[in-house]
């Protein structure tokens, strides 16, 4: 297959589907204009690879198609596309609901047995003859199949991906049995396999027979979101709690390990906070953050996307900014002069080595730039990123003077610096940390001081330092490690209960629990956009994968033990119950 004939077969629908998905965590649903995007999205991938004299590699390819969907999928998740949901459709609906749904309306019937001819034409008329059968099925027909099921189920607001996806998965296994047995039986009767021809006229008349089925399946079903108890996953992490965590509720089946059911629980996100806030003390938080499947979770969440609007704080941004550069330490500035493409997933990967040839030797500088304590340090860690900005030529897109190419350094100097500044990302990964813990005035979460931090990051994250500002002629990429603290609050009517020695007893009655300890990696991407400014497009917040939780937990229990008793810890990290009251 050319990389044309790939890109439309294979990675359109698919596409398409990223898209409905992407559309419906926004709370909108695939249009037309939308539609349009990834198409040209995808023709665009086309028209990169086929340039003149660019040797496209199948990974090459791949990064390209990743790349370009990254940004589609920000731009989606911002909530620039698609249109609003008009209604939830209830999956309980009555008899007389169901008559008036347009997919079982009688006056409807003659549409959708026109538009499932159209279908069928299309779908055979994409099938190669390059491939096998076999192949087609798993490189055509899968997708194409994927794609319908989610055109189906465009007005569902609520639907689980993998029950969808298993349930593509198993229709297709079938109807790939009944073409084995249907060649078997030919070749038996004629003496030899069927050819492309009577593949594509087989699947014909198959699609006429199985796809209005497939469709009505697909419409009937509701794909929820199955839920557990929090007690069967919890059980493998408390084991000195026996009488809470083998304790099974009436519905659940009390004749199988409660092991087994944790196996079979859905590993999503959401079970994953739905665990961690289940806790019921420190040491149960502790563990269930080292364990393997919520670290996971935690770690590969949430994907890049465009970060949130914020309202803008006046002239005082300028002046917060310096003040927080000046707190710093420093960050480490590194430059190439060749582009870099963004990281890429491990699907990409599996045969990167067929581009090593095409490999250019791509030396990384790398220095350290100071910028507090004094005015005249950050002065000078502006001047140095702005240098680099000239040098790597990364403003010189859309700015075709000098003097609008250095205006443009300047500019994009300052943006650098500002959404890398310890105030403007910590209140997104507040947001973050607030998700799975809890959010105020039972959970107070508290940013380690950068000193107190620096030697721990050094020691265990690849960045080697806090923030990493990465310069290339494509774009700028910083990398941000901050460490947050969580105190969990009980108040007067949850105090009586409270056994843990851990518990702080404040002046006032009321005490708190030092609860966790979490180190989040902050990714920001920014490029040159086309009125000719350095702008942020994407941003990704995940727990930071290399700073294990065995080693968080430790350093976090040294800090508390090296307070000073005299100390009012209490006055520093907790938040009264009546700072919140209307």
């Known amino acids: 297959m050319t990389i044309a004939e790939s890109v439309r077969a294979c990675a359109m629908p698919h596409a398409k589907v990223l898209a409905h998905r992407a559309l419906r965590d926004g709370e909108r649903r695939?249009?037309?204009?939308?539609?349009?995007?990834v198409e040209k999205t995808c023709e665009g991938v086309i028209a990169w690879a086929c340039e003149d004299g660019r040797?496209?590699?199948?990974?090459?390819?791949?990064?390209?198609?990743?790349?370009?969907l990254w940004d589609l999928e920000?731009?989606?998740?911002?909530?620039?596309?698609?249109?609003?949901?008009?209604?939830?459709?209830?999956?309980?609906?009555?008899?007389?609901?169901?008559?008036?749904?347009?997919?079982h309306s009688v006056r409807e019937t003659q549409y959708r047995s026109a538009h499932a001819g159209a279908l069928i034409e299309e779908w055979t008329g994409k099938l190669l003859s390059k491939l096998e059968p076999e192949e087609n099925f798993r490189s055509v027909i899968k997708p194409m199949l994927l794609l319908w099921a989610y055109e189906i189920l465009i007005d569902r607001q609520v639907v689980n991906d993998e029950a969808v996806e298993r349930m593509v998965n198993g229709t297709l296994a079938k109807w790939q049995e009944t073409w084995r047995e249907h060649a078997t039986q030919q070749k038996r009767e004629t003496g030899r396999a069927p050819t492309h021809d009577a593949f594509v006229q087989f699947m014909k008349t198959f699609l006429a027979q199985r796809l209005p089925a497939f469709a009505n399946s697909i419409n009937e079903s509701s794909f929820k979101f199955t839920r557990?108890?929090?007690?069967?996953?919890?059980?493998?992490?408390?084991a000195d709690d026996d009488a809470d965590t083998t304790h099974t509720s009436d519905t659940e089946d009390t004749s199988r390990p409660?092991?087994?059911?944790?196996?079979?629980?859905?590993?999503?996100?959401e079970k994953a906070v739905q665990a961690v806030r289940a806790a019921k003390n420190a040491r149960d938080v502790q563990a269930l953050l080292g364990t393997t499947w919520v670290r996971e979770m935690l770690v590969d969440a949430p994907k890049f996307v465009l970060p949130p609007v914020r309202p803008a704080i006046g002239a005082d941004n300028g002046a917060q900014m310096v003040k927080d550069w000046q707190r710093e330490e420093g960050f480490v500035l590194r430059?190439?002069?060749?582009?870099?493409?963004?990281?890429?997933?491990?699907?990409?990967?599996?045969?990167?080595?067929?581009?090593?040839?095409?490999?250019?030797?791509?030396?990384?500088?790398?220095?350290?730039?100071?910028?507090?304590?004094?005015?005249?340090?950050?002065?000078?860690?502006?001047?140095?990123?702005?240098?680099?900005?000239?040098?790597c030529k990364t403003c010189e897109k859309h700015n075709p003077r000098p003097d609008e190419v250095r205006e443009a350094c300047v500019k994009g100097t300052a943006r650098i610096l500002l959404v890398s500044s310890r105030t403007l990302r910590s209140g997104d990964c507040l947001d973050f940390v607030h998700n799975l813990f809890g959010s105020p005035p039972g959970y107070t979460v508290n940013l380690v001081d950068p000193a107190k931090a620096r030697k721990l990051i050094r020691e265990h994250s690849t960045l080697g330092s806090p923030i990493v500002i990465e310069i290339n002629p494509v774009a700028v990429t910083v990398r941000c490690v901050d460490i947050f603290t969580v105190t969990k609050h009980y108040f007067a009517q949850e105090a009586k209960s409270i056994r843990h020695t851990s518990v702080v007893i404040a002046n006032d009655g009321e005490t708190f629990e030092p609860w966790a300890c979490v180190a989040l990696e902050t990714t920001q991407t920014l490029r040159?956009?086309?009125?000719?400014?350095?702008?942020?497009?994407?941003?990704?917040?995940?727990?930071?994968?290399?700073?294990?939780?065995?080693?968080?937990?430790?350093?976090?229990?040294s800090m508390d033990s090296c307070a000073s008793p005299e100390r009012s810890t209490a006055s520093e990290v907790r938040v009264s119950s009546r700072a919140f009251a209307p």
Request: charged share 30%; net charge negative; hydrophobic share 40%.
């Open 30 to 37: 695939m249009d037309a204009a939308t539609m349009r995007d």
């Open 55 to 68: 040797a496209a590699t199948i990974a090459s390819v791949l990064e390209e198609i990743e790349s370009r």
């Open 74 to 103: 920000g731009t989606l998740a911002a909530g620039w596309r698609g249109t609003a949901f008009e209604e939830v459709r209830r999956s309980d609906a009555s008899e007389r609901e169901r008559a008036e749904d347009v997919f």
């Open 228 to 238: 557990q108890h929090d007690t069967s996953m919890e059980a493998e992490f408390k």
């Open 258 to 269: 409660i092991a087994g059911k944790y196996r079979e629980v859905h590993r999503t996100i």
């Open 335 to 391: 430059t190439s002069k060749h582009a870099r493409s963004p990281p890429s997933t491990p699907s990409a990967t599996a045969s990167i080595t067929e581009g090593l040839e095409n490999l250019q030797v791509d030396p990384l500088e790398e220095v350290f730039v100071s910028t507090g304590p004094f005015r005249v340090h950050f002065m000078q860690a502006c001047a140095d990123v702005e240098r680099a900005l000239m040098a």
């Open 528 to 557: 040159v956009v086309d009125d000719g400014s350095l702008k942020l497009i994407k941003q990704r917040i995940a727990v930071d994968k290399m700073i294990s939780q065995y080693v968080l937990n430790k350093w976090h229990a």
